[in-house]
């Protein structure tokens, strides 16, 4: 990223190393970098798009294009004459968009969590493969039961890398909701990837759920990426969708 008041691109810099990205990619990224660091704080205003050009040495349609990037990623939300914001990850309308269980009425189903417990191990085949990590790399597994008008309606298996969330078995409470928890670890989430297929359950999951053994549910396999791509979390998830329903959104 450019220091304060100089331009993003240098004339000393080799011609080969922006060969790969367009420069509209390379200013978002820079744009990104200063949101991860928290120079930019969620919910706040940033500088302007023609301040941000002159500080960088890029033309406004460059830096436009940019921001029009960050905004489609649900980075920052431009607001008519009141500037542009970054998204706070801890907001409903961002932290939630990876949840789609619905209840009778529509609204998006949550719950309250029974319990939660977090351990730490090696990762797993399935684990290297949803996360992107080798055999020796560590995973923390946490384990949930969501719950509605006090009834178990869904059974959590969360990993996610150890490197990405340092010390998190540690804690006296963790988020439970990915969003929340990776705004408390400076990681942008970008997009998720959602396998859904319908399974009986075995007798410890009926337990869970309060279901009769073998009885079909919903089992959804999610893997949400960072910004940049990086797989942040894999959650396996069992859910007894007898009074609600998954909302799929096509574009």
Do not use: H
Request: glycine residues 6%; charged residues 25%.
């Amino acid at each position: 990223m450019s220091l304060p008041g100089k331009p993003l691109l240098s004339s000393q810099q080799p011609s080969s190393f922006f060969t790969t990205k367009p420069l509209y990619l390379q200013v978002r990224d820079a744009l990104l970098e200063r949101i991860t660091n928290n120079e930019w704080k969620s919910g706040l205003s940033i500088p302007s798009e023609a301040d941000l050009a002159r500080e960088m040495g890029v033309s406004l349609g460059t830096m436009r294009k940019a921001f029009d990037v960050l905004a489609k990623e649900q980075v920052v939300t431009r607001r008519q004459g009141r500037g542009t914001f970054v998204n706070s990850q801890t907001s409903d309308a961002y932290s939630l968009r990876y949840s789609n269980i619905r209840g009778p009425n529509g609204e998006r189903l949550i719950g309250d969590v029974k319990s939660s417990k977090v351990t730490k191990s090696a990762a797993n085949e399935m684990e290297c493969e949803r996360l992107s990590l080798q055999k020796e790399d560590k995973v923390y597994r946490i384990q949930r039961v969501r719950l509605t008008d006090g009834t178990p309606f869904m059974l959590e298996e969360v990993s996610v890398p150890e490197w990405l969330f340092p010390g998190l078995e540690k804690r006296v409470s963790i988020p439970n909701c990915v969003g929340n928890l990776a705004q408390e670890y400076s990681i942008v989430l970008g997009t998720a990837a959602e396998r859904i297929s319908v399974a009986s359950v075995s007798q410890d999951v009926a337990q869970t759920l309060m279901v009769a053994p073998g009885s079909p549910v919903a089992v959804l396999d999610r893997v949400v990426q960072a910004i940049d791509s990086r797989p942040v979390e894999w959650r396996m998830a069992w859910c007894n969708l007898a009074k609600n329903y998954y909302l799929a959104c096509i574009a």
